[in-house]
Structure formats: structure tokens, C-alpha cells
């Protein structure tokens, strides 16, 4: 049986080579960097385990009135909760595939950098015709967010039929949903732009390297540490991407095809991209409103009531347990709710679980929409309930 739990010290070797298989900035392939991740991510499950982790309410009557230099993304992520969620099988406890999540990310002294990208129009009368221009102007964020990121699967596992890497990126949101008030009322999501296999990017060779004299991968690593140099060196007057060859023009704003997927499961979720984009990549930020996203409000804690036989559950949903010592186990199995209210599960999820009758449990019912009869909507229904809703 596949389950999630948190990161641990021994799975350092395999994160390490997952980093390496791609550039996020949440999973640098550097030993030290994820090593902190790690035991930060160990510390976020105790405290939340015990009720100490801080409520990200509380962030914004914090005084931030004392300046300080730009920080690395280390730091700031170490004044923050951080939680690594990890991929493992009952027959090889080993790391599959990871992803993470950050309570707050950013500040007002220390805001998230991107590029807002507006339209421009331009006209001549004396020509009677006009142009259209995309500009991009730098753009500093204090709102710090909730981010969502770091989510990779090893190759032999992608495809899988029990779509195991929606399972690494749903129990993000699970996990929010019960500990809600540590996390802020905005989630973001960074995504990951089209990068070559030798770690080039059309929109940092184009121009981001033309303000900063790095490479992709030399730029990124330095942001673990320090974010002045953006700040310093990136303009503030407003680009025109007109000025950009056609393939890096094209590119602002899109994902790389591994990420085609994981962006189209987050816009099911309600998430959207305004317009915002990496300063590096020219990837997409996408948002959304935390308490709209369903599978946050579709979970709830249960009493757990005695084993029955799988077949006898049959709601799909996400289930976990967060133990007193901060280990966290979660399972995507079907289940049940008895007439006491309490939820049914086999015998061999409560195993992996590591829980016994009359321990709480988290629950997302992962059950199809419906309509007003009751029968499950079709995929044409759901996107159009979805974008009536995000017109509004």
C-alpha cells in the first residue's frame, strides 16, 4: 500500500537526486539546503502536533517596522512552518517522490519578486493603426502566502494508475484543511517554466542574465541565501517583451510539459493565474483563496471505529493521522462512515496508519462533484461551475 508521510533524515540521499532531475527553487539539489528542509519540516509537524506552531493570522500583527536586508529563501523559510511530505510504499519505505508545503512565504520587509505582466496598447492617428505590447514590470509582494511547491515523483512511478503524484500534491491541501489556522488565506502556487535538459532557460538567457551576470542554475541557488541582488539589479521601469526573440516571448507565462498536468489539477482546484510570473523563468504564479478551495473545505477530523472489510468502503478519500510526536501517515483509500459517525477503514490502512479505534483521523472526501439529483457532473459541468465561479 502507498502512503505519504513526513520527510525524514534517511530519505537525504534520494531528495538529493530528485533535486537534480529538476531546478525547483523549494528543492535545490544541495545536501546542506535540503538537509535544514528536512529537520525544519521534522520541528513544523511537532509543533503543529503539540499546538505550538505559530497561527499565520498573527503574521500580520507582528511588527515589521525594523528593515532588513533581502534574506535567502533558507531563512525565511526557517521563520516560517515548513512540511515535507513524502511517498513510500508498505513494501519499500523509501522517498518516491516528494512535495511541500510553506505556511508563510515572504513579508513586508522581505517580499516575494516577480514580474506583473500588462497589456499595453499604442496608436498613431496619423497612421490610423496601433500595436499591442505585453510589459512586464517588477513587482514586490509582502502579502506572504501560503506556497505550495517541491513536488516531484520518480520516473518509474509517473503514470502510475493510482495517480500517485496527485496523491503527493492533494495531501497539501488535506493537510491544510485540518490545521487551517496556521496557514494564510492565500495559496500560491510557483510553476515551473520550460527549462533544457542542461538547465537553460530562454527567459533568463534573454533577459534576466542581461541585468544579473549569473546562469539559471547559479541564480537560483543564490536566492537560498540572499535576495538582495533582484532587488539591486533587476529594473524597476516597466519592460516590453516586444524586444524579446519570439521562443522566450512565447514561453512567458507557460509550463514545461511535465508541469502541464500539475497546473491543470491546481486550476480544477480554483486556482488562477492573473498575470504574474517568475522573475527568473517566466514561469506562472497562480492563486487562490484558501478557503475556496474545495478539497480544504471537504476536510474534517472523525473518531475512527473498528476495521471492516475493504469492500465494504466505498467513499474515496484522503485519510491521516498526525501522531503526538509529530509523525505524520496518510493513505488514499476508499472508506466509510458509520451511523455513530465515525470512519470505517480496513484493517490493513489502519496498519499502515498506525492508529487503533477511537483515535482521530483526517478526512477528505475525495467523491466526484454532483449535481442536484445526486449523480456525478460531467468533466463539461464541473469547468463551467468553475468559471462562473471565478468571474465573480
Known sequence: MFYIRRAVVEDMSTLLKLGKMVHFINLPADRDIISQKVLRSRNSFRSVADGSAAVAADFDKQDHSRKRAARGLGEVINESELFMFVLADTENTGCLGTSQLISCMGGPNNPNVCYKLERKEMFSPGLQTGTSHTVATLYLDPSAPTEIGGLILQP???????????????????????????FRD???GEMMAQITPDGHNHFWDHLGRRFIPLSYIEADRLCQYSREFMMSLLPREPIYLSILPPEPRAGVGQVGIETIPARRMLEKLGFEYHGFVDPF??????????????????????KLGEPVAASKCKTPGIISVLHSDGDFYAVNQPYMVDGEGRIRISREAMSTLQVKPGDRLGVTD???????????????????????????
Open 281 to 302: 523563468d517566466g514561469g506562472p504564479y497562480l492563486h487562490a483563496n484558501t478557503d475556496d478551495i474545495p478539497l480544504v473545505k471537504k476536510t474534517r477530523f472523525r
Open 156 to 182: 518509474s512511478y509517473r503514470g502510475h494508475s493510482l495517480r500517485l503524484g496527485r496523491f503527493l500534491s492533494l495531501v497539501r491541501f488535506h493537510f491544510i484543511g485540518l490545521h487551517r489556522k496556521v
Open 366 to 392: 475525495l467523491s466526484p462533484p454532483t449535481d442536484k439529483s445526486g449523480k456525478p457532473k460531467s468533466a463539461k459541468q464541473t469547468k463551467k461551475t468553475t468559471t462562473k465561479k471565478s468571474t465573480k
Open 186 to 188: 492565500q495559496v500560491l
